[in-house]
Nanobody
Framework: QVRLVESGGGLVQAGGSLRLSCSAS???????????WTWYRQTPGAQRVQIAY???????NLDDAVKDRFALSRDLGKNTVYLEMSNLKPDDTGIYYC?????????WGPGLQVTVSS
């Protein structure tokens, strides 16, 4: 059974940067079978939406709203994917979640609060 642990987040001023981490653990055969990773964001009053995806081969895709400011990276040795966020805007405020691809209902965590002050 794969488990995901999110870390990072916090309060930052507009224009600042943050890095979110998503670390996976579990049986090697389960980790190897992961097709990819996803990051979701839920802004106040809105639905949770996918903003970033990284395939098991490392191909990254980011939503148009963030692709010029956010980036994905990974550390295979740590089974960790990072969401590198820069030039943050107040509209980026929300709760950020990681999950596998396709997302698994059982892997939703509490998310990470990101607050960007103006």
């Amino acid at each position: 059974q794969v488990r995901l642990v999110e870390s990072g987040g916090g309060l930052v001023q507009a224009g600042g940067s943050l890095r979110l981490s998503c670390s996976a653990s579990g049986p090697p055969e389960s980790l190897i079978s992961l097709q990819g990773w996803t990051w979701y964001r839920q802004t106040p009053g809105a639905q949770r939406v996918q903003i970033a995806y990284m395939s098991s081969r490392g191909t990254a895709n980011l939503d148009d709203a963030v692709k010029d400011r956010f980036a994905l990276s990974r550390d295979l040795g740590k089974n960790t994917v990072y969401l590198e966020m820069s030039n943050l805007k107040p509209d980026d405020t929300g709760i950020y979640y990681c999950n596998t691809f396709p997302p698994s209902d059982g892997l939703w965590g509490p998310g990470l609060q990101v607050t960007v002050s103006s």
